[in-house]
């Protein structure tokens, strides 16, 4: 590998150039595998063995270090994605210096490569065979001189929003959190003080543990809920210390019939919150479509809600899988709710949706947090989508909202999420959460 100052170098003068390329990247290996992440994320390389540790920090962070006179944090990839570590003859760590969001981070690396250009085209979509990491924080592959890269989203990794800045962290260690101690006072003053360090806490966990981010759209419900969690704990009952306790606190989040067909119930719900609409052509966004349950049982609402109307539904995930598979479903007509009954056929494996229903749907592999090329829409279905998105994202795909959707239109919103201001306009609530945006 070429010495330190040579890559250093090479790493400047790939960034002097970098308006004349299209995508150039920093390659990497951890645990055996390749990695590259964008060329403009990176300040630096280093080496360094000696780190200041951080009591009760998570697992991950190997310390602090002072990169001439900056002190920053120090975290090691191979143990944030759960990987084995490299013997190494010598203490030196090799070390990414990333440049995210006006905040400097160390990343440590098992070996640092080279600089490699290549077009943004060649980029694949990510797929969890690619690597032994969550494919959430995969933004692509790729296949360079025969050598396959997995390029890592860091600032998916590593971005947090500024109202959590602004908050205590609690620290992690070996999975367990700690809520900061309540300051003086007087008594009522020291209560709402333990309170909003505690809910401050419960932001940061579940966050860490689910990625669920906590902004205006769903900060009501937070309260709400923390209220109920908060009856008859105190001190550290209040923490979220594993996944299982961030599920639990999380049980009452979702819309009805998550990830399934839509009981009759709800479907005649969603049908009176939908507004009368006398165009020949209807467009709809269904964002994170999942297995497509959620996706045909809209598409027989509206047929039914709209018989006039020519319906497309451009559904969209970013799980591979599940969008390949959706148009092809069968089922026992007994599992049906009522409602979809109508559209259904019967085949050789069970009953399927009739032609009308699947020519109204168009499955898509499609990541949110990307741009799309959809058309203006009638209606947007993102029910219980924006509240897991990073906050920068949950600003930006709001804004998304109200540029796709046409003067009047609605969206369909988690049951417990909120849109507010900006031409928004509730239509309908519990439990259908429908808001007209009015531009």
Not at 75 to 86: G, P
Not at 284 to 303: D, H, M, P, Q, R
Request: proline share 4%; aromatic share 10%.
């Amino acid at each position: 590998m070429r010495d330190l100052e040579q890559v250093n170098a090479d790493l400047q003068e790939q960034k002097e150039r970098v308006e004349n390329v299209d995508f150039k990247m920093v390659t990497f290996s951890l645990a055996g595998k390749d990695y590259g992440v964008d060329i403009m994320n990176v300040k630096e390389i280093a080496k360094a063995d000696k780190f200041t540790y951080v009591p009760n920090a998570a697992s991950y962070v190997r310390g602090v270090y002072n990169l001439r006179g900056d002190i920053i944090p120090i975290i090691d990839l191979r143990q944030f994605f759960h990987l084995s570590v490299e013997s190494r003859s010598d203490n030196l760590e090799n070390m990414l210096i990333l440049h995210i969001n006006d905040q400097v981070y160390g990343t440590i690396v098992d070996k640092i490569d080279k600089v490699v250009g290549i077009t943004k085209e060649s980029i694949q979509p990510p797929h969890p065979i690619f690597g032994d990491i969550n494919i959430k924080f995969i933004s692509g592959v790729v296949e360079k001189q025969g050598d396959l890269y997995i390029i890592l989203d860091v600032v998916r990794i590593f971005t947090v929003s500024d109202e959590e800045k602004n908050k205590s962290r609690a620290a992690v260690s070996d999975g367990e959190y700690f809520v900061p101690a309540s300051p003086s006072g007087d008594q009522a003053a020291s209560q709402r003080a333990t309170a909003d360090s505690a809910i401050g806490f419960i932001q940061e966990s579940l966050s860490a543990l689910r990625r669920f981010v906590v902004s205006g759209i769903n900060e009501t419900w937070l309260r709400r809920r923390f209220a109920e969690w908060s009856a008859g704990r105190s001190g550290e009952g209040l923490q979220l210390r594993s996944a299982t306790e961030a599920d639990d606190f999380l049980n009452t989040f979702p819309s009805p019939c998550s990830g399934e067909f839509w009981s009759d119930s709800y479907a005649n719900a969603v049908k009176k919150a939908l507004p009368e609409n006398s165009a020949g052509n209807i467009n709809v966004w269904n964002v994170g479509c999942g297995k497509g349950y959620e996706t045909f049982s809209f598409a027989c609402i509206l047929k039914s809600r709209y018989p006039n109307a020519h319906i497309k539904i451009w559904a969209n995930d970013n799980d591979i899988m599940s969008v390949s598979q959706a148009p092809n479903m069968s089922f026992d007509l007994e599992e049906l709710p009522e409602f979809c009954r109508p559209f259904m056929v019967r085949g050789s494996s069970g009953y399927s949706f009739n032609q009308s229903i699947k020519d109204s749907i168009i499955f898509e592999y499609h990541d949110i947090t990307n741009e799309n090329t959809l058309p203006d829409v009638d209606i947007i279905l993102a029910r219980d989508i924006v509240s897991f998105l990073p906050a920068q994202e949950q600003t930006r795909i709001l804004a998304d909202f109200t540029e796709k959707l046409k003067n009047r239109g609605i969206a369909i919103m988690g049951r417990n999420e909120v849109l507010t201001g900006g031409g928004w306009q509730s239509v309908a609530d519990d439990p259908v959460s429908a808001y007209m945006y009015s531009n």
